[in-house]
């Protein structure tokens, strides 16, 4: 079954150091697989996805990310934090077989210290 | 345009009664999804609709909940007998026809059973 772990609960970062975000994901095929943010009393929003060819994928705010098939990961960076990034960070692995949902880690949830 | 919109934002209600979460979707789109974000869960598929297709339930966990969708567009959410463990962030999202397309989530519905 597909599944996806997001292994560090709370992250810490000061601002304007870097960050990276781990996501592993358990997936027989090609998986497709996104990251959401979620800001405080706000829904989800997406910051990138990655269906196929290049592996490292360009999103929003200055986000990116890297499939790394070997590794079975898909790690968000970003090279420099901003305070309004402090949010809850999700990775996520569209499900297969027809189905449509997605299946979410647990959640990151970012600090950004001054 | 418009996105996803959730009503309520917030629900109190008290243990055994029956609850309605409505979600109206982006104009449009034909898929729709329902997801519970709890903090002992993370977030949860809950049940999936495709056009006129049958909906795809495998992800509710009882018979206390159902879902329809009228029209093709607006949702609603039925939770019956409502229990403590009910107690969660009910997400809504949408989108196209295409599961390697953009899931767009609504604000969501805070329900809390007392």
């Known amino acids: 079954a597909q599944s996806v772990t997001q292994p560090d609960i709370h992250i810490t970062v000061s601002e304007g150091a870097s960050l990276e975000l781990r996501c592993n994901y358990s997936y027989g095929a090609t998986p497709y697989l996104f990251w959401y943010v979620q800001s405080p009393g706000q829904g989800l929003q997406l910051l990138l996805k990655y269906f196929s060819g290049d592996t490292l994928v360009q999103g929003i705010k200055g986000f990116e990310a890297e499939f790394k098939r070997s590794q079975s990961s898909f790690n968000l960076r970003k090279p420099s934090v901003h305070w309004s990034d402090a949010a809850e960070y999700f990775c996520?692995?569209?499900?297969?077989?027809?189905?449509?949902?997605?299946?979410f880690g647990k959640g990151t949830k970012l600090s950004v210290k001054p | 345009g418009a996105g996803v919109s959730q009503s309520p934002s917030n629900k109190v209600t008290e243990k055994g009664k029956d609850v309605e979460l409505r979600c109206d979707p982006i104009?449009?789109?034909?898929?729709l999804y329902w997801y519970r974000q709890s903090l002992g869960q993370g977030l949860e598929f809950l049940i999936y609709?495709?056009?006129?297709?049958?909906?795809?339930k495998s992800g509710l966990p009882s018979d206390r909940f159902s879902a329809e969708r009228t029209g093709g567009s607006v949702s609603t959410l039925t939770i019956q007998r409502t229990q403590q463990e009910d107690s969660a962030v009910y997400l809504c999202?949408?989108?196209?026809?295409?599961?390697?397309?953009?899931?767009?989530f609504g604000p969501g519905t805070r329900l809390t059973v007392l």
């Open positions: 104009s449009g789109h034909t898929a």
């Open positions: 609709f495709q056009g006129n297709s049958a909906p795809d």
């Open positions: 999202a949408s989108g196209t026809s295409s599961r390697t397309d953009t899931q767009y």
């Open positions: 996520a692995v569209g499900r297969g077989g027809g189905q449509g949902n997605l299946i």
